[in-house]
């Protein structure tokens, strides 16, 4: 008979295989890169898909979600809050307006968009 065995919720970094802990943090710093604040990849997504004025308002909701996670303990690590803290700080330039901004963008070249991102 064949068993399978499920491992633990906690693991230990040691036992990974070498390139693990480089491949985690590379998807760690492509998942920050895509949440839609400042001059990121996802806060030009959101400003493409929403336009600068919601895109403000969704801004402001992922720092304070980040903020908030820092602060009250769910990121152990604080990368979360750190993070906020780094693109408030360096990242709050205006995106420089494109040749066509006037174009509303369909939702589904949007929907495309994130979803390929």
Sequence with gaps: ???LSI?????NSNQLSPPSPT???GLVSNAL???PIGN???GRISVSFFGRS??????GAAVLILVISGIFGFDQANVLLCYGLFTQTWQ????VPCRNEVDELDSVRGFVAIGMS
Aim: include cysteine; hydrophobic fraction near 35%; proline fraction near 4%.
């Design 40 to 42: 990121t990849d996802g």
């Design 7 to 11: 491992p633990s919720a906690r693991f």
């Design 92 to 95: 709050k330039e205006a995106e």
């Design 33 to 35: 890169s895509l949440m």
């Design 23 to 25: 491949l985690t943090k």
């Design 54 to 59: 919601f895109a403000r308002v969704i801004q």
């Design 1 to 3: 008979s064949c068993s």
